[in-house]
């Protein structure tokens, strides 16, 4: 791992501007570069999506708008950089060979020389109407660390991020036009700052700084502002409001992003299957009537008990009066790794069961196998049997799972009365290949066992890997600080949530029509708009030479 190096970091949060005034834009953010330069002495300036000419372009033809060209715009930004020896890193409209546009961002050195190009990849909405979409994550050299850049959408596909930190990022810069709405300034926001952008820092150990413009662009576009740094915690570290026309600094000490949870590349195989090839894509044209598929999922939030014998009796407790309420699964979360001795999985197992049938209501839970490596494996039990079983297949990294066994076979995606069910466990969870490899392969619901992760970011991951993946995700956790007992929605809003600290169960009515909606925006798709034939650093298997 190489050694921290600290980068000062300045953030200039733009007012928009429409392509009409473009050249007032760009006269405003120059002097704003040179005000930042004075003020902050960075080592870096980060500048918003599309800083110039503007984000809503209209045409595929700017030579007939008013404004410069794209390459004499980036040498007004080269210029700069030479003049302050200092990085700069800009979006801007870009040329593309056999014409038309990128949406594209520019890395100038401090000689004003371009370090690198990225384009946006996941292209939003009416950014296809004069936009090409770009295939490839590069990561820079500096004199200070490796910058990995995306664009505004670019975050809400966790594919992008992950191989911008695989291929060896150790700051993600994210240049962006956040779209919101909202009554007051004061209250907009984006699910982008709510819990994706976290989210993207937290899963991948890694330093992201998101730079957007704020105010309201052709009478139309209304932005969010809220510039801010992320650490590898997922913590924002350092924000600015949403109507600011500020810069934000940030002296950021950057080292080798380490995942929150050691990754297992060989089980991750579907993400670069062919889109046509898959599950979910089959499914997504499915018809069926809309009012038989309303049920009931239920989340169980209690201190999983010392001993097998006493879990059967809170989970009779719980799963006979969520039947009352008409629930068709219950999930309860995960056993603790310590307490296997004392849960008998034959005895548990036909326990359930037991409950299961008595009910008519499918059961979630944890327990570990009867055999000298005690696996943690994750049932689903119905009226009938076993439904499906799951071995945990990821663990934190660290001496103290070091011993901890694993299992070697992907999660199962399985038919249930509500509808297709994919199971995961713990930790993996903050893996964002596991649940959207169930995703790809058909899941619309993800049912979760979740542990105390430690940290209080399991609620915002839970509501990232419903929104990337347009799941339900339905987690159950103890009633700890960190904890999450949650079911969320295909668009990552919090359907039902458990008081902390108490133990009760909370339930929501979910439907399977709207995991079938995997458009994110007109013209924008999570399925069909991922390019699976550039995601080779996330499914390739590192090999170490024999000595």
Request: aromatic fraction near 6%; include cysteine.
């Amino acid at each position: 791992m190489s050694s921290t190096r600290t980068a000062r970091i300045s953030l200039l949060q733009l007012p928009a501007f429409a392509l009409e005034d473009a050249e007032a834009s760009l006269a405003h953010t120059l002097r704003r570069i040179d005000e930042t330069v004075a003020t902050e002495r960075p080592d870096l300036i980060a500048l918003p999506e599309v800083t110039y000419p503007a984000y809503l372009l209209g045409t595929r033809d700017l030579s007939n708008c008013n404004v410069l060209s794209p390459a004499d715009a980036a040498t007004r930004f080269a210029d700069k950089a030479r003049q302050h020896g200092v990085y700069i890193a800009v979006g801007l409209a870009l040329d593309v060979p056999g014409g038309g546009y990128a949406n594209g961002a520019l890395l100038f050195g401090r000689d004003g020389a371009i370090v690198g190009r990225y384009d946006k990849s996941f292209l939003f909405h009416f950014d296809t109407r004069w936009f090409t979409a770009g295939d490839a994550y590069p990561v820079f050299e500096t004199d200070f660390g490796r910058i990995g850049m995306l664009i505004c959408a670019d975050g809400r596909l966790p594919e992008i991020a992950r191989s911008l930190a695989l291929n060896g990022a150790q700051l993600i810069l994210d240049l962006t036009a956040w779209v919101s709405g909202a009554r007051r300034p004061e209250d907009l926001s984006t699910s982008q700052v709510e819990f994706l952008m976290p989210t993207r820092a937290a899963e991948n150990g890694v330093w992201v700084a998101c730079c957007d413009k704020f105010g309201v662009e052709a009478d139309s576009i209304v932005y969010a502002g809220r510039s801010r740094f992320i650490n590898p915690a997922g913590e924002t570290v350092a924000a600015l409001g949403p109507n600011e026309d500020a810069v934000l600094t940030y002296d950021v000490p950057l080292a080798d992003a380490t995942p929150r949870v050691t990754r297992r590349p060989e089980l991750y195989d579907v993400l670069s299957h062919p889109t046509e090839s898959l599950a979910v894509t089959r499914q997504m044209d499915e018809p069926f009537v809309m009012s038989q598929n309303e049920h009931r999922i239920a989340v169980a939030q209690i201190t999983m008990p010392a001993t097998g014998a006493e879990f059967l009796v809170a989970a009779r407790r719980h799963v006979e009066r969520q039947a009352l309420m008409d629930a068709d699964i219950v999930v309860f979360p995960a056993t603790p790794s310590r307490l296997r001795g004392a849960y008998e999985r034959d005895v548990v197992l036909a326990g359930v069961e037991a409950i299961a049938r008595a009910t008519g209501v499918c059961v979630a839970f944890t327990v570990s196998e009867p055999d000298a490596d005690g696996w943690r494996a994750m049932y689903l039990v119905g009226p009938r049997g076993v439904i499906a079983k799951h071995r945990q297949t990821h663990k934190p990294p660290g001496p103290r799972f070091e011993t901890m066994p694993m299992g070697d076979d992907v999660s199962p995606v399985v038919d249930t009365p509500v509808g297709r069910v994919g199971l995961m466990v713990a930790a993996e969870g903050f893996v964002p290949e596991v649940p959207r490899s169930l995703m790809l392969r058909g899941a619309e619901f993800i049912l979760w066992c979740g542990d105390d992760p430690g940290t209080p970011m399991m609620q915002t991951v839970a509501r990232c890997r419903a929104e990337e993946n347009r799941v339900f995700v339905a987690c159950a956790s103890a009633p700890t600080p960190h904890g999450a007992t949650m079911v969320v929605d295909p668009n990552g809003r919090v359907l039902a949530q458990a008081l902390e600290g108490r133990e009760l169960c909370v339930a929501a009515d979910v439907n399977r029509a709207l995991s079938h909606i995997k458009q994110r925006a007109p013209g924008t798709d999570i399925v069909r708009d991922r390019q699976p034939a550039t995601y080779g650093a996330i499914t390739r298997t590192l090999t170490v030479a024999p000595a």
